[in-house]
T-cell receptor, first 116, second 109 residues
Framework: GAVVSQHPSRVICKSGTSVKIECRSL??????MFWYRQFPKQSLMLMAT?????????EQGVEKDKFLINHASLTLSTLTVTSAHPEDSSFYIC????????????FGPGTRLTVT | AQRVTQPEKLLSVFKGAPVELKCNYS??????LFWYVQYSRQRLQLLLR??SRESIKGFTADLNKGETSFHLKKPFAQEEDSAMYYC???????????FGAGTRLAVHP
């Protein structure tokens, strides 16, 4: 149990376009979802925390107008990278905590974004 | 400032040797520390957390508040332990995690 999926696993887009990444909790309801960014050979950096039905809380230095997060239901959160630039190329990972009483974060497999 | 430091990028050992992956943290409050592991081509998964005081896959980690450390140890490394290990600190509301840079453990036969 406690599986988190992400779609797509890889995406290539052109500079200036927007791309949406989905994060789903498959067998549980996610009270909170997190979005991380990971540069090559570097650690995960928390971008934002989102709760269903409310606005996401962004970490310092993360542009909320650039990285739009929507947590429309207890099983789905989306991250939209708007007007993407090559420097947005990265590995984006989501995680979720369950409504089952434990605060463990369950991680998705990640999405590799390449902006050309 | 909240920070997690993993000083070693790579730790290379032979099978059967003891392993210690270092983690130091900086946090003004009462910390909650975790070790996460990422095996090749797999997602990040929780290995252990300090409050559970468990041994998982032979690994243990003790929180030392005096030294602000949470080193991960295993007495006899196995080849299947080869992976990327991340130390993480839970800070603030909603269990936000701050990750260290990670240490790659390579266990050779």
């Amino acid at each position: 149990g406690a599986v988190v999926s992400q779609h797509p696993s890889r995406v290539i887009c052109k500079s200036g376009t927007s791309v949406k990444i989905e994060c789903r909790s498959l067998d549980f309801q996610a009270t909170t979802m997190f979005w991380y960014r990971q540069f090559p050979k570097q650690s995960l950096m928390l971008m934002a925390t989102s709760n269903e039905g409310s606005k996401a809380t962004y970490e310092q230095g993360v542009e909320k107008d650039k990285f739009l997060i929507n947590h429309a239901s207890l099983t789905l959160s989306t991250l939209t990278v708007t007007s993407a630039h090559p420097e947005d190329s990265s590995f984006y990972i989501c995680s979720a905590t369950s409504d089952r009483g434990t605060d463990e974060q369950y991680f998705g497999p990640g999405t590799r974004l390449t902006v050309t | 400032a909240q920070r997690v430091t993993q000083p070693e990028k790579l730790l290379s050992v032979f099978k059967g040797a003891p392993v210690e992956l270092k983690c130091n943290y900086s946090y003004s409050g009462s910390p909650e520390l975790f070790w996460y592991v990422q095996y090749s081509r797999q997602r990040l998964q929780l290995l252990l957390r300090h409050i559970s005081r468990e041994s998982i896959k032979g690994f243990t980690a003790d929180l030392n508040k005096g030294e602000t450390s949470f080193h991960l140890k295993k007495p006899f490394a196995q080849e299947e332990d080869s992976a990327m290990y991340y130390c993480a600190l839970s800070a603030g509301g909603y269990n936000k995690l701050i990750f260290g840079a990670g240490t790659r453990l390579a266990v050779h036969p």
